[in-house]
């Protein structure tokens, strides 16, 4: 189904319900609006961030303890 033809089918339900019930919808299509707005910026920022070179310098640092300075090791 085309999304032109579920826009239609959804306009003719929402015609047959009462005031109320049709706002209810309203506010249901709001919520998913900015819900799905909020993800796609949450996946900007997250390539973002992934994409960035500002922590690249954190590759070339050498490793300052190994397992060897352990007093104890924990296994759990």
Known sequence: MTKQAIIERTVKAINQLPEDKAEEISD??????????ENQLTQGIQKLTADSVVFDFLNDEE????????????NG
């Open 28 to 37: 249901f299509a709001d919520f998913v609006s900015k819900r799905y707005e």
């Open 63 to 74: 490793e300052l303890y190994s397992v060897a300075d352990l007093k104890e090791v924990y």
